[in-house]
């Protein structure tokens, strides 16, 4: 027996170019942030629920956090929070480009995204700035990551690889 072919259970066009993962929140329902500026969510069966002009391109996947908050990132540094009914909850402008995931650090409510040689945390439920971690080499910083200590890690294309604990220090 050779390999078998995957069966389709559903296909479904967006508006633009995909360039993150989609994320997948807890009730199956699939949401896309597209490079053409429009935020995506497919219901399980790959039905459009709902289609949001974020107003720039996005090269970022959406996060979630536990209480339902679906966080975007666009290119022209503005990070924007969504209810569970797509109302805007919160924006912030980074002032740079952002072309990082988020992370969620839902203990400490927290959300942080690079922005440049920046990474910046802000409150997961205001979007207050927690805090800002300059490289000061003006090469990109990564995608952040959460580590199992709770420390936010980033890597910058200049070479450094930094742990930043949930306090900033």
Not at 72 to 89: L, Q
Request: hydrophobic letters at 40%.
């Amino acid at each position: 027996d050779g390999p078998r072919l995957g069966n389709v259970s559903w296909a479904s066009t967006v508006n633009g170019r995909v360039i993150g993962q989609p994320a997948v929140d807890s009730d199956g329902n699939i949401l896309m942030a597209t490079a053409s500026g429009w935020l995506h969510v497919l219901g399980p069966s790959g039905n459009t629920l709902h289609t949001i002009r974020l107003g720039a391109p996005s090269s970022s996947t959406p996060a979630i956090t536990q209480a339902g908050v679906v966080i975007v990132c666009t290119r022209n540094g503005k990070v924007t929070a969504y209810d569970r009914a797509f109302h805007v909850v919160w924006t912030e402008n980074l002032g740079g480009e952002i072309l990082s995931n988020p992370v969620l650090d839902d203990e400490n409510h927290l959300v942080a995204i690079s922005s440049r040689d920046n990474t910046i945390a802000l409150d997961a439920r205001t979007g207050a700035l927690r805090y800002r971690w300059s490289a000061g080499n003006k090469k990109n910083n990564s995608s952040p990551t959460l580590g199992a200590d709770g420390n936010i890690r980033i890597t910058n294309w200049g070479g450094i690889a930094v742990a930043i604990s949930p306090l900033g220090s």
